[in-house]
């Protein structure tokens, strides 16, 4: 019986993520939220799906992980072979700012902080949290979700200069990953940072979002374009757990602390 841990499991990738592994009875998939109070969808989930189970857990407080994750230990006798992280944060009002474009030096340092804290410290606090869980697990894998615009290649070729906080932490948390992998790969932990691919989610999807917010997602589509020209349109969140569960699934050991696309390579769209 698999267990999985999926941080952000609110809404979409995360509520993808419960959606699709609780569909089998004989996986035990916790996700964590933010808030219970706001989490409706993911609480209406688990009433109808035993195998389900919502814990209060925001990623940057380590008294609420460590309660949640000995939660965790008792419905699964101490271990946990999955921990899949997917929370994280992207200020909207900063995605179209290019690196020059911030107000004033305390606006930069106050957008690119807050986004560091959560996509890097509170990924690696997690990870720190669930390791002794994993260690007793035969599975053993840490999955954090990363993406494209922290690409090196990608971001020269397409020229994409917004998301730069964003942009800069998953670039940080892919080296954590990295780091992670060295230490731990005696142990048997096996280490992964995909990029899920550009997702229609709440925040890249033209019905969510304002007129003005869709164009600066129009705008990066329109960069993406000059590496990828079939490039259209954000996916499903359907198909991109599909091929992200297809790469976490074929993931070994050998191959620990590597960064790849939904597609198990640097294709990114």
């Known amino acids: 019986m698999p267990s999985y841990v999926v941080t952000g499991a609110a809404r979409g990738i995360g509520f993808g993520f419960l959606k699709k592994l609780s569909e089998d009875p ?29 814990l209060q857990a925001d990623i940057v407080d380590d008294k609420a992980l460590a309660a949640a994750a000995e939660e965790v230990a008792k419905v699964t006798g101490g271990s946990l072979d999955v921990l899949i992280n997917n929370a994280g944060v992207q200020d909207l009002g900063y995605l179209n700012a290019d690196i020059d474009g911030f107000p004033n030096f305390e606006t930069l340092k106050k957008d690119l902080f807050a986004t ?11 990870i720190l949290t669930f390791i002794p869980l994993l260690k007793k697990s035969s599975i053993k894998k840490v999955v954090t979700l990363s993406s494209a615009m922290c690409d090196l ?6 020229g994409m200069t917004t998301s730069v906080s964003y942009s800069i932490s998953k670039g940080a948390v892919n080296v954590a990953m990295a780091k992670f992998a060295a230490k731990f790969k005696d142990d048997g932990i096996i280490f992964l940072s995909i990029c899920p691919g550009l997702t ?38 359907e198909y ?14 050998d191959k620990s602390g590597g960064y790849v696309s939904h597609k198990g390579n640097k294709e990114w769209l």
């Open 200 to 237: 229609s989610t709440g925040a890249t999807s033209a019905e969510s979002l304002t007129p003005e917010e869709w164009a600066v997602i129009k705008k990066q589509i329109a960069c993406a374009q000059k590496l990828y020209p079939h490039f259209q349109q954000p996916h499903s969140v």
């Open 116 to 126: 560091l804290e959560v996509n890097v410290y509170g990924v690696m606090i997690t």
């Open 26 to 54: 004989n996986n035990t998939v916790f996700g964590l939220v933010r808030k219970l109070s706001t989490s409706t969808d993911a609480k209406e989930l688990a009433s109808k799906r035993p195998n389900v189970h919502i």
């Open 153 to 158: 290649d990608f971001i020269n070729g397409t």
């Open 240 to 253: 991109s757990i599909d091929k992200q569960l297809e790469v976490i699934n074929s993931w070994t050991l």
